[in-house]
């Protein structure tokens, strides 16, 4: 509990510097504030950024936007569930399989999502979780598979009830290594599918930029399975990653910044990003490369 609280006091002084109101040291390369006749920046409607750690469905219903495109070719295959025969490769292809399942719910995609249902119960199975600690749940998505709102708030209370039985286990790293993987994979399609490096939209910049602020958590939540290798050597991954992160700034108009805690989310009608084109293709062929060693058996 005293690192949570840390790491919300080092979050509130990070974003209490970054809406000052000295605007010279930013130069925006991105913005998505709406502007009025005159070019004056102006609020508009709010939304929600997650700064905390989300089970591997919801981090990629983040990036769920009109227009974004479905590629089924983008997501891990199922038939490579068989092939991961370590815990730590079904761990992590756990939390990939999660996030795929949410990209293929944005789509209400009967059968592909029930493919991956069956597959994230596979390796549920493959790590131990007993079969009827989420068994039921499964049978009600399978019974009405029509409310994708619904089959979301399931398919998020199987991951909250692996890590559960995980942590009574003794198997936290474990639990660790799902949500990283589920991480990772959110990035992965966000940054082949949602954004195009031709013509980058600003909105999905945004949320791709903003995400520093959840690996920020990540990189935290980690740190308490350090006695895992596993666990440390993707983590040393994530801190390089962390360095193009690092490398720009996004500034909040004075005012329109509100900081939620009990729910882990800031709210704001808009935000100005210094990130450039080759800081986000530098993130987008890193995030590839790290994805594609993470599915491979």
Partial sequence: MNRLASLLIILLIFFVYSCKENKERFV??????????????????????????????????????????FDIAVLNPVSNC?????????????????????????FGVGQ???????????????????????????????DDMSEPDTIIALMNRVYTRIGKNLRENGRESTAGLIVLGGWVEAMYIATQVAYDPQKPDPVVV??????????NSLLSFEKNYYD???????????????NYFDSFEIYFHKGDLEIDTARQVFIASGS????????????????????????TP
């Fill in 28 to 69: 925006p390369v991105f913005s998505t504030y709406k502007t009025d006749s005159t070019g004056t920046a102006i609020p508009g409607s709010r939304y929600e950024i997650h700064y905390g750690v989300l089970t591997p469905v919801e981090v990629c219903e983040i990036f769920d936007r009109p227009g974004i495109r």
């Fill in 82 to 106: 068989k092939l991961y025969l370590s815990s730590a490769k079904a761990a992590v292809n756990e939390g990939i399989y999660g996030a795929d399942f949410g990209y293929l719910k944005m």
């Fill in 112 to 142: 592909e999502m029930i493919d991956y249902m069956i597959t994230i119960k596979d390796l549920a199975d493959e790590l131990g979780i007993p079969g009827d600690y989420i068994s039921s749940t499964f049978k009600s998505m399978q």
């Fill in 206 to 215: 945004q949320k791709i930029a903003e995400q520093k602020y959840t690996l």
């Fill in 228 to 242: 895992d290798p596993v666990v440390v050597y993707y983590t040393k991954k994530l801190k390089f990653l962390k």
């Fill in 272 to 295: 100005e990003i210094t990130i450039t084109v080759a800081t986000l293709n530098r993130i987008r062929s890193y995030i590839a490369d790290l994805r594609q060693e993470m599915v």
